[in-house]
């Protein structure tokens, strides 16, 4: 078996969901082994993510880190194994999968000084006690 470290940083712009994206670059630190089916790349993607708070709209930002394990082979099995092309791998597919899933969807400060944000109410819908939640404001001056 032949064994190669490889720390990059990567460039890959258009890492997002709908509520939180990837500050690039991506720091890949890997060890790739060849193996006779392929190439095994094992290792660890990191980066920093930003968002706004789902509560009070304020920019927060995160550290992300995800480990990798997975199989670069000719004639790669979608959704199971990537492509070797042309005795090259192309890690920007293996990134966005890794890395994009862990990113949150609904990023939330959870700070005390976040200004529509009770923890209370939130997760026991309880406004029995006075307080209310402020994000539904709007619909309580509805009238039927």
């Known amino acids: ?22 500050v690039i670059p991506v ?14 790349v094992r290792g660890t993607f990191s980066c920093s993510w930003m968002a706004q708070c789902s509560y009070c709209l304020e920019d927060i930002e995160g550290p992300l880190s995800a480990d990798v394990d997975e199989l ?10 990537y492509s070797i092309d042309s005795n090259e791998i192309d890690l ?10 862990e990113l949150p969807l609904a990023p939330a400060c959870g700070t005390s000084t976040c200004t529509n944000f ?15 939640d402020l994000r539904w404001g709007a ?5 039927f």
């Open 27 to 40: 720091k890949a630190d890997l060890v790739l082994t060849r193996i006779p089916e392929g190439i095994v």
């Open 1 to 22: 078996m032949l064994k190669r470290e490889a720390v990059l940083d990567c460039e890959i712009p258009g890492l997002a969901v709908s509520a939180a994206r990837i």
């Open 118 to 132: 009770s923890s209370e109410v939130v997760e026991s819908g309880d406004t029995s006690s006075g307080l209310r």
């Open 92 to 101: 920007d597919q293996l990134i966005r999968d890794t890395l994009v899933v």
């Open 72 to 81: 670069f082979e000719e004639g790669a099995v979608e959704g199971e194994t």
């Open 139 to 143: 619909l309580s001056e509805l009238e």
